[in-house]
């Protein structure tokens, strides 16, 4: 094994990342919602010996991003929770990586703590949480706490030109970043060793191992500690998607991974830069965020090229297919150079987004992870271990409140 | 003799995150790891039983401000225990017990929904409506809710998580690849709700589940409880599980869901119960009397006593008689985290001193005696009659019953006594059905439509 493997997960997200995916001869849309869809697919990445999967969700319906939803009726327009999709998959998988969506915004970072804990007892470890912000007034209004106002498209274009957003979008990752903090403090409030069952004393718990977490801020206070002991990685792995400084910053202040996307043209080098400036002005301390580079993936299969594949696509949604990753449509091959130039670019990982979610699974796994492990960058089989450990990060995360 | 004999509803919990749970025993294992969680889901399935139930507690018990390091602390979140379950069953029902209080609607028809997805068809939801500024803390919503408004937030919370789960159709999802359509119709999911503690409106993301609707169990005795279950629920948790007052609430139940224009049939009473078996009858109640006598130490009993009178009581001796001050109701609570299930305080405090005073019995003694929901002590086939009898008798529809050993108590249970109700024909030997609904007799809610019809609307 090289000394710098590679990592690489797959972020899924209904029938595919292409709108059209669900039409494709191999996709399973009526069975979307049920365990057996979502079981097969995270065991083919676990064939793929992947480091994790990532499960996409959103507290409203799947469609164009910054759109309120339109009346489409040609599109996968539902989704199941993307936590309880990780857990009821944990107990049938032994090693691969489970890190569902949970948003942030309109949710109990208590909740949200003991549900990415448990998910890591129930996988033995296998636990992360990409955080996710919700900023639409539609989303707000399901809730109906909160009023937000949807930034016009002129507004977004102009924040992603000058690299400044409106206040409201400072505050949400403000709070966002206040909610992560909460909920790593809950991890943390069980010591490892609080519970002693000291039949002689009739004492369950050391209660001195048990710690308040006093969180305050002008968006909420949790008091904890949590009902859930210490998760069994500690920490589990958090995540999050960013595409501009300001989000890069909120994953420099709590995250383990960032999930980025590069263009193909420019590669990754400018990204990676100002994730690292990023990181320094929130002055982050520690182990460094790791970087991975988010690709849309078309793969060759046996039955037609990734381009030709694509195409169709393309003719079936009646429009070219854009995203916010870069589009990768070709052989193994051709992926597996493009992931060893970004690699060498200052990448630490990648999270590939299969186009149809069945047929480029299945390539990834079936050929992209040998064409990989031909090159000797890729793991043969799973070493024993949590999730952090596989992902090269510490796995013993000493606790924040522990004295001794 | 021609009414059919009742088939008794079986539900298993995993020891409870309290005093009963004997965690000091050499055979007790993890309250936390997954294992535990399995061993017993796949033992109650074993057994036929309809389902497995989570409770929940949302802050660690408090004493004078500091947690309890007696009994066992630590529970998961209910959701990802349940979903995790369902990988490992097939017919059980999983039903999670979760505020009202904590949650937003959306969020809660969500995960409900999602787990009866995941499940194909077994969720249940316990609504519990505990409430306090102490559990609050915990939540950024805060906690506080005047008691006279607990129901009505639970009331509308239900009804909303309704009125999101009843906006898919079950023909909603066409997914025909050929002609392009995935959506039967453009606003699948559309909801508006407007009530006095929610307006909420847009577009739920998970389409009709296969229940249509998860099933509803309440745990709650209050008159207000009671008259929210028999309008809304499909089943009660309820804590009576002796006869005179068992029967009574069943009675008063079921008149209630008639007078709410329900059929007596449509919610099950169920009351909670553990058991101790036995070579014999004697061997049992002592087996029990030893089991009592490690669950309730003096402290335990000082504190099981505090938070009815709420006073500070440690100066009293466990093994003398029951204090003789009066409770003061007005204190700040010196036990905190606990569901608080005495009405009167001043009533249940007579109580106990008229039990001491006839049976001679100190304040331990008292707390032995009189802190028990009623549990089945016997022989296995004395069991066995009990529960049916009990069931045969509208004591309940069932009992939703539990070990103090986790996670391996539940098996005597399911190799000795499930065997002989089998045989008395109480209880089924093969799953029928594939829903929690199908398991309880329940039909399933294919639509929105069909709930408005079958209530003649
Ligand atoms: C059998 C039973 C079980 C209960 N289990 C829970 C529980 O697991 N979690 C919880 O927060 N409250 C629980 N409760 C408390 C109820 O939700 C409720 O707060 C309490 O019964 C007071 O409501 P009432 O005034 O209608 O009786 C339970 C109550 C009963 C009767």
Redesign the pocket.
Known sequence: MASNPLHLGVALDGAGWHPAAWREPNSRPAELFSPGYWTDLVATAQRGLLDFVSIEDSLTLPGVPHAPSDDAVDRVRARIDANLIAARVAPVTRHIGLIPTVTATHTEPFHVSTAIGTLDYTSGGRAGWQVRVSGTAEEAAHFGRRALHDLTPAEIAAAVASGTFPDQVHELFDEAADAVEVVRRLWDSWEDDAEIRDVSTRRFIDREKLHYVDFESRFFSVRGPSITPRPPQGQPVVTALAHAPLIYEFAARGAELVFVTPGRATGPRAIVDEVAAAAARVGRTGEPLRVYADLVVFLDTEEATGPTRLARLNELAGAEFTSDAAIFAGSADELADLLAAWSADGIDGFRLRPGVAVDDLAAIADRLVPALQGRGVFRTGYPEGPLRALLGLPSDVPNRYATA | MSTPRKQVILGAYLGGVNHHTAWWHPEAGSQIDFSSFEHTARTAERGRFDFFFL????ILRERAGRVFDQDIIGRPDTFTVLAAIAAVTEHLGLAG?I?ATFNEPYELARRFASLDHLSGGRAAW?V????DAFTGQNFRRGGFLDPADR?VRAEETLNAVRALWDSWDAEDVVADKESGRFLARPDAGAFAFHGSQFDISGRFTVPRSPQGRPVVLQ????P???AFAAANADAI???YGKLPEAADFYRDIKARAVAAGRAAGDIKILP?ASFVLGDTEADAIEKYHAIRNEQVTGQTALILLEQIWNRDLSGYDPEGPVPDIDPDPDAAPIIQGR???H?DRFATVKRLREVAESKKLTLREVVIDQFERGPLIGTPAQVAEQIDSFVQNDGSDGFIVGSHLVPSGLDEFVDQVVPLLQDRGALRTEYTGTTLRDNLGLPNVRSATAVSNAKGL
């Open positions: 409770a929940e507690g949302l017990t505020n316990n519990v409506t505990s409430f129901y745990a709650g005795v209050s207000q409880g009671r948790f309820s804590p909670s569901a608080f299930l009405q």
